[in-house]
């Protein structure tokens, strides 16, 4: 028990120094004070002219919903398609490697005839 605190203990107060001094190195090449992310806190805040609401609506709803509805788009095109094909080259599932199906998967009946 005492091994391994002293092996933690250590290892986390190394990490601690090796942030510190690495963020101290950093601030000093960029030329950045202290207060860098609260300088960019209150550029963006200046942008919208401190309406923080704004930020909210953009940042925690747009964006996320924007990236998510793209990103599975993608994929819904890929498993209907199967193209583009290096996207959908390394399923995991065996034999699941091809479109969907346009059967409905509770009667087996065709979905759409063309």
Known sequence: MRRTAF??????LLFVAFWNSMTWHLQRFWGASGYFWQAQWERL???F???????????AIQLPTLFFWSFNGLLLVVDTTGKPNFISR???QVGKNEPAGKTCPHNG????KE
């Open 7 to 12: 092996i933690l203990g250590s290892g986390l």
């Open 45 to 47: 805040l200046t942008t």
């Open 49 to 59: 002219e401190g309406k923080e609401w704004i930020l909210f609506f953009i940042g």
């Open 90 to 92: 390394y399923r995991i």
């Open 109 to 112: 009946m065709e979905v759409n």
